[in-house]
């Protein structure tokens, strides 16, 4: 019994590890979308990104890791539509960030395009609490 368990609790773990630095396509918009989401320093990271994408806007969330993580911070961030800068933001504050308030973008979008967003997170010290890339467009790209 204790084999099977450990068995499968591996195979979580590895599936967890497989679904967090891989791409995920659904259905959204009447077309199917390819997110990828790459979060280099994962272990030391105090934040998760996550994006959720609607037939009309794509929704950037970066949540704190822990309680222990809310604070003031920097964001920067640039983000392209099939490769043209759409927005870019250079250390703009952001006080009290949480879990239930965390850092959260927002843009229009249109269900053929493919966006990118790289985002920078610094504390007040300027050390890095978060560095990612996340894409959202169609399957073919």
């Known amino acids: ?3 099977i368990l450990k068995v499968l609790g591996i195979s979580f773990l590895i599936l967890v590890a497989i679904t967090a630095a891989g ?3 659904y259905g959204a918009g009447g077309c199917m979308q390819v997110i990828s989401v790459d979060e280099k320093h994962q272990n030391s990271d105090r934040f998760v990104a996550e994006v959720n994408a609607y037939d009309d806007r794509l929704v950037f969330s970066y949540v704190p890791r822990t309680v222990d993580a809310a604070g003031d911070y920097y964001v920067t961030y640039n983000i392209k539509a099939d490769g043209n800068i759409l927005t870019v933001s250079d250390r703009e504050s952001y006080e009290n960030i949480s879990v239930d308030e965390p850092v ?13 967003i ?3 997170i610094e504390d007040a010290q300027e050390n890095i609490a978060h560095r990612s890339s996340i894409r959202v467009g169609p399957q073919e790209q």
Do not use: A, F, K, W
Request: aromatic share 10%.
């Open 23 to 25: 791409n995920y396509s």
């Open 118 to 120: 790289e985002m920078l």
């Open 1 to 3: 019994m204790g084999d």
């Open 104 to 116: 959260v973008v927002e843009i229009t979008r249109q269900s053929s395009s493919l966006y990118e």
